[in-house]
């Protein structure tokens, strides 16, 4: 049933490999270039997503909403607790470890493929989707690893759990994402990559992770406003 997800965890493993050990070789300067090139990109690409929102009111309710139940929470000292001790472990700081986590996982689950690639496979299909994605993440993965460090090789873990948990509801509610809550999410990620991108060419210092409640928020707003129709 996870074949599509357990085939893209294997491509970014690999080509996470793949660009640590280029990252090892290479001069601090060229990696300095790599990570403002990924920054720009980030920033982008997150702009495309962000545009696609159908009801902009409901990305800005989610990221409202979100935001302060991730500051309740405080995800983003949890977070950094978890990323500076795998950070030490590998040698690398813990902002940068959660920079490259956070970033390969919203540039490889936030877009509409993900959610299609899971309800496609849900439904008993050949993942055809996912071996497309598992291609483009596979080569991604080189350069955010190669830029960003250890942090993408660890997004392998909220990958798995965020595209198996969609293909598993898939299975048992068939095509149950409509188009409207595909946008959102997607839109609401994207601008979620807006700010990352920010914070990895350090023009900003927006806390993202406790942000991120505002993807699953999203989902109940999207549900909410077309029950009440």
Do not use: H
């Amino acid at each position: 049933m996870i074949t599509g997800t357990l085939i893209n965890v294997a491509a970014v493993l690999v080509g996470s490999l793949i660009g640590l050990t280029f990252r090892s070789r290479l001069p601090e300067r060229f990696v300095t270039i790599l990570f403002q090139g990924i920054g720009l990109f980030t920033i982008v690409l997150g702009i495309a997503m962000a545009i696609k929102a159908q009801e902009w009111i409901l990305v800005i309710l989610s990221l409202i909403v979100g935001g302060l139940l991730g500051e309740l929470l405080n995800l983003e000292k949890f977070f950094d607790t978890l990323a500076s001790s795998a950070g030490k472990r590998f040698k690398q700081g813990g902002a940068r470890f959660n920079e490259g986590l956070l970033t390969a996982f919203l540039l490889f689950c936030m877009g509409s493929m993900t959610i299609l690639g899971a309800i496609e496979e849900g439904l008993g299909n050949s993942p055809n989707l996912y071996y497309i994605k598992s291609l483009m993440d596979g080569i991604s993965s080189i350069a955010l690893a190669s830029g960003l460090g250890v942090g993408v090789l660890f997004s392998i873990i909220p990958l798995f759990i965020y595209q198996a948990g969609l293909t598993v509801l898939a299975s048992f509610f068939g095509s149950f994402m409509p188009e409207l809550m595909i946008n959102g999410i997607s839109a609401t990620g994207g601008v979620l990559l807006v700010g990352l991108g920010l914070n990895i060419l350090k023009i900003s210092t927006i806390k993202i992770l406790n942000l991120l409640p505002s993807l699953i928020i999203v989902v109940i707003a999207t549900l909410l406003f077309i029950a009440f129709q």
